[in-house]
Structures are given as structure tokens and as C-alpha cells.
């Protein structure tokens, strides 16, 4: 697939991008380069490869979950224009 100059300055038009007939012409030499190499990875065969999260098998060193501040709740809620059942209250917006 590959766009052409028309192409591109349309999807500049509907993106309120306002762009030269330079910037057009490098940006449709970018674009179409990008598509190439789409269409590359997309011929690899991949049938038979496990998909995977990281190209390394690494695992995420994790700290203990532990409660580090107090509860300040009721303090932060004492200040609050209106509160119900420990939520804020706060006027409708949407009819």
C-alpha cells in the first residue's frame, strides 16, 4: 500500500494540520516508507511462534505492598462542602 500526494493532504485537512506542498512531498516519502516496512514484517511467516509480552524473559522486581500513610479520610472528608457515606458530593453537571 502506498498513498498518494492527494492522499496526504487530505489527511492533513481533516487533521486541521496545515502543511506546504514541501512538507506534503517529504511527508508522503515517510509515510510510504513506513508502509513498506509494514508490508515487510507482515510477509514474515509467524505460524508456530508463541506470541510473547518482552523479547527477553525477564521478570519485574516487585517491593512488598505495604501501607506506607495513615488514614487521613475523615480529616480530608471535614473540609469537604458536602460529603454522604465517606464520598463528596459535589453538584450535577450532565442534565
Not at 2 to 9: D, F, G, H, K, N
Not at 37 to 64: C, F, K, N, S, Y
Request: no cysteine.
Amino acid at each position: 500500500m502506498s498513498l498518494t500526494l492527494e492522499q496526504v493532504r487530505r489527511i492533513a485537512r481533516l487533521a486541521r494540520v496545515e502543511i506546504s506542498d514541501a512538507e506534503a512531498e517529504n511527508t508522503l516519502g515517510h509515510l510510504n516508507r513506513i508502509f513498506s516496512l509494514i508490508e515487510e514484517m507482515q510477509a514474515v511467516d509467524t505460524r508456530g511462534v508463541a506470541p510473547m509480552a518482552h523479547a527477553q524473559d525477564v521478570a519485574q522486581r516487585l517491593r512488598e505492598d505495604e501501607v506506607t500513610e495513615t488514614d487521613r479520610r475523615e480529616s480530608y472528608q471535614a473540609v469537604a462542602p458536602e460529603t454522604e457515606a465517606g464520598l463528596y458530593l459535589v453538584p450535577r453537571v450532565i442534565e
